[in-house]
């Protein structure tokens, strides 16, 4: 008897353990399927004004007159309706009533204004000044209505009107540069401000007053983690939903049964940045040796897995591409050549000097990304070949100052205009030593400027054409980089995740939450 109650005791024991174990269960999953995205991002932001930084939250918290479509062709957004004058110098115009900050304010004339203006002032310093300078005027011709006059044709101005629209209204009366708004941003988007806890994450929230599609997910979690490993594991652990793979990591992950892959076309080129301010880059015939000592075929096979392609220009994955340039294929004894004529003797050590001074240099990688590591110890490596002694300096970004190093693993590359990350990156005025521009190793040639300012300053097609085929011709006859791959964007994505839509993106994955508000989950 005493037996019979025990087991019965036993099994009464039993069921508690396995409803409380559902009930832990059932705590769990409500807990992992809250509607919300979180995404593993590579880098934390200093700041979130869109004017001043560029970061991969913009589509989300804010909106232009124009945006770029599955295509990445401008269309309408804030913009109601455009209308261009006859000689091209002239754009009227209109805009969605309906349109408010998240704050509750309407979108107005005066805050477009407010917005190129505040782009072209120069206490600004804002990186997309030069996208600007041929504005002549921005005036408000009514509440919901604006002109643009340009001081000469300017074929891309609609891609560049795609810049976020600032609230003129939280402006007044305050420095833009070190503004609280900075901070905590106030746009048009689909997605507002929520917090921001610095060095873990940024949250946005869904804005439910969006113009546009209404977000059907409720949260967006920017959580930061450098680390593409730590990435990797939190995805597949799903602590994180989304997030920017290694090629390595992609291969380890196929087989994960949470997770797809998504290998994804980009104009996103890795290549080593020659600092001209350096006399050794000075020579054309020793930047043009280094170029011909990279073998790129095994970069691509051996640390990208595949995932890209060997490149050649900044314009490859461009309707404007010219595949007539030199591409510098692997050719050791070419290099050897160059640097002979260069004056590179080859020394007692098997290392090539040049009036006592030995042939040396430091290539500078951000620690965090690997693939930029393996990059820069493969060529360093490689280049030993042609009697280079090459040393790699593997930094936190926090200690890296791109334009004093003597090279640098760079990384560029835009789907838009051609203008996009070419004017800005090669053109002598955009020097980042006096300017706001991006050509970090003070690259200077007169033929390139020239062609840069024809390519964006023609309204022809064939013209334009014309002028960035040449412009691609010199750049290789006097590269200001060793091109080396273009780089897959590689995410891994919860497989519950559905409305994400394909399309060749910028550099280090940008643009894949283009459609954000389109997407949702299938299981909650």
């Not at 025990?6 to 509607?35: P, R, S, Y």
């Not at 609230?167 to 905590?184: L, Q, W």
């Not at 106030?186 to 546009?212: C, E, N, Q, V």
């Not at 203008?419 to 002598?428: A, E, M």
């Amino acid at each position: 008897m005493f037996k019979r109650k025990a087991n019965v005791f036993i099994i009464f024991i039993a069921i508690l353990l396995v409803i409380a174990g559902c009930a832990g269960k059932e705590k769990q999953d409500a807990k992992t399927k809250e509607n919300r995205l979180v995404y593993g991002s590579e880098a934390e932001f200093e700041g979130l004004n869109p004017i001043l930084e560029e970061t991969n939250l913009d589509a989300l918290l804010f909106r232009g007159l124009m945006r770029f479509d599955k295509n990445n062709n401008p269309v309408n957004d804030i913009a109601d309706s455009v209308v261009m004058s006859d000689d091209q110098l002239t754009y009227i115009f209109t805009l969605k009533e309906d349109v408010k900050f998240h704050d509750g304010e309407p979108l107005t004339a005066d805050d477009v204004v407010f917005t190129i203006d505040s782009i072209l002032d120069d206490a600004n310093a804002s990186f997309l000044k030069s996208d600007f300078t041929e504005v002549d005027s921005v005036t408000k011709t009514g509440n919901y209505e604006l002109e643009v006059k340009l001081k000469q044709p300017f074929t891309p101005l609609l891609d560049k009107l795609t810049a976020p629209i600032l609230p003129k209204h939280v402006f007044e009366g305050v420095d833009m540069r070190t503004a609280e708004f900075n901070s905590y941003p106030i746009g048009a988007g689909p997605y507002m401000f929520d917090k921001w806890d610095r060095g873990t994450s940024l949250t946005l929230k869904a804005y439910t007053d969006f113009h546009g599609t209404k977000p059907s997910i409720e949260k967006v979690i920017f959580k930061f983690i450098p680390d593409s490993n730590v990435r990797a594991l939190q995805l597949k652990s799903g602590e994180v939903d989304i997030a920017l793979l290694d090629p390595v990591q992609a291969v380890s992950l196929k087989e994960q049964e949470n997770i797809d892959i998504h290998a994804i076309d980009t104009a996103d080129y890795r290549g080593i940045l020659y600092n001209m301010d350096k006399v050794l880059w000075q020579d054309v015939n020793v930047r043009r040796a280094f170029s011909y000592a990279t073998d790129r075929s095994q970069i691509v096979k051996g640390i990208l897995k595949g995932y890209g392609t060997e490149a050649y220009s900044p314009l490859q994955k461009h309707a404007f591409n010219n595949e007539a340039v030199e591409k510098y294929a692997y050719d050791v004894e070419q290099a050897k050549e160059l640097l002979e004529e260069a004056g590179w003797i080859e020394g007692q050590a098997g290392i090539r000097v040049k009036d006592g001074e030995s042939l040396t240099f430091t290539i500078t990688v951000p620690a965090t990304d690997t693939v930029r590591v393996n990059i820069a110890n493969y060529v360093a490596e490689g280049f030993k070949a042609i009697g280079a002694d090459v040393k790699v300096a593997a930094l936190d970004w926090s200690a890296i100052s791109i334009d004093e190093t003597d090279a640098f693993i760079i990384a560029w590359g835009s789907p838009y205009d051609a203008d996009h990350h070419t004017y800005i990156l090669f053109h002598t005025d955009e020097s980042s030593k006096t300017s706001a521009g991006y050509n970090y190793g003070s690259y200077s040639n007169a033929a390139v400027d020239e062609l840069l300012e024809k390519g964006r300053l023609s309204t022809d097609d064939n013209e334009r054409k014309a002028a960035y085929m040449a412009f691609q011709a010199e750049l290789a006859e006097d590269p200001p980089y060793d091109f080396i791959a273009y780089v897959d964007a590689i995410y891994g994505i919860n497989k519950n995740l559905d409305g994400v839509k394909e399309r060749t993106l910028g550099h280090h994955g940008s643009g894949f939450l283009w459609n954000v508000e389109e997407w949702k989950w299938n299981d909650r």
